[in-house]
């Protein structure tokens, strides 16, 4: 299995801190507001993961944090905090409590998210808010070992205490005059905010009332769940310059332990209209988004499988529209193949070239694209109809699009009563009323009711 490890930029074998055993962590949301399919795709990312490592026998564990608290709107230390920012949005008074709740509400529809694209639940999903704890246990660790010092607004790493800070790369180090302009009383620009003060909210430490920072909260329960030491560590690639080389410095110094994590992955950008999809650049598109225009989140999922993981990602409705009749396709194909072989048995496939083939690459960095190219030439292939159902079972243990659960009543409709849709639409494409009433009556023939919900077709049984 190799992946490619951003710590040392190129593609490694993976090599397991435990035998047959892998533990990883995934930048979660933070619950602000919901989560977008640009976020989505970095959590597909974390279930990709997930499902190759299972697919070849590893016992894994998985964890995913929720921030619910700390997260400022710049990656540095200045700004609002981004769920306090979200209070004033939704008019809500600036309390510890709202903001709470208003985290639940977001964690929970972003937890529906993940259930929707068939994303596995990861085995612990913590916030932040319940482990202020252990956070003041590393940054009192820190402190205690000389890495800290206290300005006005909070405590804060000295990176000119360790060595090796920013192993990651992409780090700014003195020269960006704004943050220096901005925050007066840092030591050096890279330097970040392990405690912020805040006198009217928060929790109480050594330090005095306040928030954790942002980076901590990922050292603290990475640490917690996963120990001093774990194999895996994902996030999209914006937050590896800052956040996760800052995960690196506070956790490793803290408990002597290097590396912190042992292969980091970064997820590239969906972008849309050619920038990075977010909030703030207006294209907030949500999967409740792509529901409202007859899109199933299925086929974002199977959208995300055709791009590797590393690459950019342009996001279009018409990529979408492609994307969920290819997947219509593929389930087509899958029922023709179950309805005609209502006996299969399914075999072992285990070593069949096919199945080497698709091992071959999702074993390479994760190349899930060449994987489903695989899955594309066996279905055309004159295999039998047994091995390929069993092949398309077996290689959706990645892909997740649910291949094996497709129930009967999605292929109860005839080929007839298809064909009949497929010149109704034709008919009415060309406005030909007559023919469209004629094709309505001859589907009824068959059993079934045609509703028209604006340019697409229903059917009902009758
Ligand atoms: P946040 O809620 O901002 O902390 O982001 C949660 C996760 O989504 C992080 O791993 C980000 O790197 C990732 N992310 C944010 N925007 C995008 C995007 N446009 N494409 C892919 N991943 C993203
Ligand atoms: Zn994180």
Redesign the pocket.
């Known amino acids: 299995m190799k992946l490619y490890n951003s710590l040392t930029n190129q593609k490694e074998t993976f090599t397991p801190l435990s035998a047959g055993k892998v533990s990883m962590y995934h ?1 979660g ?2 619950v602000y507001d919901y989560v977008h399919i ?2 989505l ?2 959590f597909l990312l974390a279930d990709f993961v997930r499902r190759v490592f299972e697919y070849q026998g590893y016992a894994v564990t998985q964890v995913m944090n929720i ?1 619910d608290i700390g ?1 400022l709107v710049s990656d540095g230390d200045d700004g609002d905090d981004k769920m306090t920012k979200a209070l004033k949005r939704e008019g809500k008074d600036i309390t510890l409590e709202n903001m709470l709740a208003l985290a639940d509400f977001y964690a929970n529809a972003f937890k529906n998210n993940l259930q929707e694209l068939n994303i596995e639940t990861p085995h612990f999903i913590p916030k932040a808010s319940e482990h202020i704890d252990e956070d003041i246990k590393i940054i009192k660790q820190l402190e205690t070992k000389g890495y800290t010092y206290i300005t006005s607004d909070g405590v804060y790493f000295d990176t000119a205490k360790m060595a090796d800070y920013g192993k990651l790369g992409g780090i700014n180090n003195g020269n960006n005059e704004n943050r220096i302009a901005e925050n007066t009383e840092k030591k050096q620009s890279a330097d970040f905010a392990l405690w912020k003060f805040d006198n009217n909210q928060g929790w109480d430490s050594p330090w005095g009332q306040g928030f954790p920072g942002w980076h901590i909260e990922c050292s603290g329960m990475g640490i917690k769940y996963l120990g001093e030491q774990f194999d895996i560590h994902t ?2 690639i ?2 590896k310059s800052i956040h996760h080389n800052n995960e690196i410095a506070q956790s490793e110094s803290a408990t002597g332990c290097s590396p912190f994590v042992s292969y980091w992955l970064h ?1 590239e ?2 972008n849309f209209r050619g920038e ?3 909030k703030s650049t207006g294209g907030n598109i949500t999967l409740a988004v792509l529901k409202d225009q007859d899109f199933s989140p299925l086929d974002y999922r199977y959208l995300t499988l055709q791009t590797h993981y590393r690459s950019p990602m342009e996001f279009s409705f018409e990529i979408l529209e492609q994307a969920k009749n290819a997947l219509a396709r593929i389930k087509k194909d899958i029922l023709r193949l179950k309805k005609e072989n209502p006996d299969t048995k399914i075999i072992d496939i285990k070593n069949h070239s096919y199945q080497k083939e698709f091992l071959e690459k999702i074993q390479d960095d994760i190349n899930i694209p060449q994987a489903l190219a695989v899955f594309h030439e066996m279905m055309k292939s004159d295999i039998s109809d047994n091995e390929k159902l069993s092949l398309a079972y077996d290689f959706d243990h990645i892909f997740g699009l649910g291949l094996e659960q497709l129930h009967e009543e999605t292929f109860a409709v005839p080929d007839r009563v298809h064909e009949l849709l497929d010149e109704r639409a034709n008919a009415r494409k060309n406005k030909n009323w007559e023919l469209s009433d004629t094709l309505r009556d001859a589907i009824v023939q068959e059993g079934y009711r045609v509703i028209d919900s604006g340019d697409k077709q229903e059917i009902q049984k009758l």
């Open positions: 930048c949301p933070t640009g976020n795709r970095s921030t997260h996030g999209g914006d937050l997820g950008m969906l990075k999809l977010s």
